[in-house]
């Protein structure tokens, strides 16, 4: 099995040494997704629901250009500033996995200066 780099087009290119989704086999990574506009380059809103509506917004447009979609993410990390934004978020999310919800961890960390959320996820290449 090889690694594969999934380009995106309309992506900027990271400014630091990752990339935005690597395939092997028929299992997609995906690096942790912000609340940031690929074309704008800028954090979408200061809200927890902007900024993940822009995250998963993101990460389906990943999975569209690696073949793929929301409806086959197997697995996400969810990692949150506040856990007192838990709701608002959740409720965010639970509109891009109406049904059949992946597999899921939520962890409360540090991030970068004004990012509320982070969201990385494995899925899969429908056959």
Sequence with gaps: MRKEVIV?????????????????????????????DPA???????????QTEQALINMANILKAAGSSM???VKTTV???DFKEF??????YAKFFPINQ?????????L????????????IIPS
């Excluded at 990339?19 to 028929?26: D, E, F, I, L, Q």
């Excluded at 704008?40 to 902007?50: D, N, V, Y």
């Excluded at 200066?113 to 899925?123: H, P, Q, Y």
């Design 102 to 110: 992946p597999a899921r961890s939520t962890v409360q960390v540090v």
């Design 40 to 50: 704008t380059s800028k954090l979408k809103g200061s809200s927890i629901r902007e």
């Design 79 to 81: 990692f949150i500033s």
């Design 8 to 36: 995106v087009d309309k992506f900027p290119k990271p400014a630091v040494p990752y990339s935005y989704c690597v395939k092997a086999g028929n299992f997609l990574f995906i690096a942790g997704q912000v609340g940031v």
């Design 112 to 123: 970068y200066d004004g990012f509320k959320v982070e969201i990385e996820a494995t899925a």
């Design 71 to 73: 409806e086959h993410v």
């Design 87 to 92: 709701e608002e978020m959740n409720e965010v």
